[in-house]
Each structure stands twice: as C-alpha cells, then as structure tokens.
C-alpha cells in the first residue's frame, strides 16, 4: 500500500497575490546518473536514431490501417465499431507522426480525431471530410516518407 504523506503546501505571500509551492514528491524517486554512467535520454535518443529508417515504413502500415478503417466506414455505415476503428487507427498516427517525422501528418489525423470524437451524428457531409482527411494523411506520407526515412536526421522525442 501507499505510503500516505501529510506533506502541506508552501504558501508565499506577496503584497498584491499569494503563490502555492505544492511539495515535490518527484524529486524523491529521481536519481541522477553519476558522471560514469550514460545518460538515458541521449540514449533513447541514439535509438531513435538507428530505428529512424523504418520510421516510414512504418507510417506505411499506419496508412493502410488507417485506410483499411475508412473503407469499413464506407461499407457499414457510421457503426460504432468502424467509428472507433477509424478512430483508433487515425488517433495512433496522431501519436506517431511528430516522432517519426511527419508532423504535419499527425496534425490532420489529430483534426480526424476531433471530428470522429465530437461529432455526435456523422451525416454524408462529414463523410467527405473524413475522406479528404485520410487522402491528405496518405500523400502527406506517401510524398515526403522516402526524405524522412533515408536521412539520419535527429527526430523529435514526444512531448509529455
């Protein structure tokens, strides 16, 4: 079980505000890497670096998902099974695409996202937005995957 802390938090006072310092319990269960040690996030970074390569041939399969989605979505209709296929297949390009290089990629399947997520009756209309969105997702990798993938550029680690 947990170990349960009474830790309060620091409150500063200013003549005009207060600011709440809350306690760093983080701090306890980071240990820093001593000078003989390697660092892990030049090392994470290293291996991004030698999986780089497969980067797009791996945005690759992404698409197919993503499309293999879209033509449930044609054959069966707005089902909540190929609503979350589309979804869920479009969400892990939204997830993917920054780290392996294709942020623009990962922007159109995050509006993708947020149309599948907040449209609550997707009509005909929407229909032709979804395709577009995957069109836009498939050619976005499809043209700029082989300058990606053959490069060794340095990619972006993801946000937390």
């Not at 969105?133 to 300058?147: K, L, N, Q, S, T």
């Amino acid at each position: 079980m947990a170990e349960i802390r009474n830790e309060t938090p620091g409150v500063t006072k200013y003549s005009d505000h207060e600011v709440i310092v809350t306690p760093n319990r983080l701090k306890k269960a980071v240990r820093r890497a001593g000078a003989d040690e390697p660092d892990p996030i030049v090392d994470a970074e290293a291996a991004l670096v030698e999986l780089s390569a497969q980067f797009g041939s791996w945005m690759e399969d992404e698409c197919a998902a993503l499309d293999r989605a879209r033509q449930l979505l044609h054959a069966e209709g707005f089902t909540e099974a190929a609503r979350q296929r589309l979804f869920r297949a479009a969400h892990d390009i939204k997830g993917h695409g920054a780290t392996f290089g294709f942020p623009i990629a990962a922007e159109v399947a995050d509006s993708l996202c947020r149309l599948i997520e907040d449209g609550a009756d997707l009509s005909p209309a929407p229909l032709t937005v979804i395709d577009q969105c995957v069109d836009a997702v498939r050619a976005i990798i499809r043209e700029h995957g082989p300058a990606f993938s053959n490069t060794a550029r340095k990619p972006a680690l993801p946000r937390s």
